[in-house]
């Protein structure tokens, strides 16, 4: 075993869990160590909502993620939610669609087929998803979510020969489940610009991670029951501390999962946005109390994928 760990260590990656826990000394681009996400804003009405709650609550939000996706918004409710962020300098993140759930395989919905995931399925279906990326760049939105390596890879290449624009954040979903610092570090050099790890990552296993990656950590500190459904509250320090540059993310448990979402949902996705950013609201609190150090991003903080103005840019 020991030769093993030998050979891991000169490929540039530790002999094993970092169960030290060391400081991690990586920042973003500001020299912050963390930032706040709310996932699962479903839409305009939600994200008003929870834009309210934040002012209500005096905390502040650096990414909103959405999780029914790109392919089942019209352009002005986009175009609505990316005024919205633009306004309050926040990423928008939309989950880039079709996915493998939105296909007509039922493997995805078989025990042991759920490994698949919510990964694309054949290449029209990447065709497809690589159109959603190019509409939703159209309509200003400079933050996608992936679940498939492969579309990872086209959308990082789409960049480089200037068929999206160069400062589209490409985040890698929870789903896709990589768990160990040789597989996300992959994930970094293929094109993912922010990572969100297992919910069930150890401090061990994420300082393992940071040592090996330079790109943000994304991490659900509430996760939903679906995956996990642990509340880590009291871990929020020493995450920070160990996987700096770090988005901590809060989900909600003992919720419905109502994806996708949409008008016929909408009251029940404010309610869930609502109580999302009240838990954020605990755990910045806690954090406070426990780390009033840590260093926060401000809002419009090089690195986030803040909306662009398309009527400016027409202009």
């Excluded at 175009?79 to 995805?108: N, Y």
């Excluded at 922010?194 to 500190?221: G, S």
């Excluded at 509430?222 to 009291?234: C, L």
Aim: charged letters at 25%; aromatic letters at 6%.
């Amino acid at each position: 075993m020991e030769k093993t760990r030998e050979f891991i260590e000169k490929l540039g990656f530790l002999r094993g869990d970092a169960n030290d826990l060391p400081t991690s000394e990586k920042r973003f681009p500001d020299g912050a160590q963390y930032r706040v996400e709310i996932p699962s804003v479903e839409g305009p009405n939600a994200l008003k909502a929870m834009v309210e709650k934040t002012k209500e609550y005096g905390i502040e939000v650096h990414r909103v993620s959405q999780g029914s996706g790109i392919m089942l918004q019209t352009d002005e409710e986009m175009q609505e939610m990316a005024a919205t962020c633009r306004e309050e300098k926040m990423e928008l993140s939309l989950f880039v669609g079709p996915r493998g759930t939105f296909d007509i395989t039922p493997m995805q919905r078989a025990s042991a087929g759920q490994v698949s995931g919510l990964r694309s399925q054949g290449m029209d279906q990447l065709v497809y998803a690589l159109e959603d990326v190019k509409r939703a760049c159209e309509l200003g939105i400079r933050g996608i979510l992936v679940a498939d390596e492969g579309l990872l890879w086209l959308v990082n290449e789409a960049k480089k020969a200037g068929e999206l624009p160069q400062d589209l954040v490409v985040k890698v979903s929870v789903q896709v489940a990589h768990a160990n610092p040789v597989s996300i570090k992959l994930m970094e050099t293929i094109g993912a610009d922010t990572y969100n790890v297992p919910t069930d990552m150890t401090l061990a296993r994420l300082a393992a991670v940071r040592q090996a990656i330079d790109i943000p950590i994304d991490i659900y500190i509430e996760a939903p029951d679906d995956i996990g459904g642990f509340i880590r509250h009291y871990d929020i320090p020493e995450i920070i501390r160990v996987a700096a540059p770090v988005y901590i993310k809060f989900g909600l448990r003992n919720a419905p999962n109502i994806y996708p979402s949409g008008t016929h949902l909408e009251d029940t996705a404010i309610k869930l946005t609502k109580e999302r950013v009240r838990r954020a609201k605990i755990g910045l609190d806690l954090l406070q109390r426990y780390a009033p150090d840590a260093k926060v991003s401000q809002k419009g903080a090089e690195g986030l994928g803040l909306p662009a103005d398309t009527a400016l840019q027409q202009r």
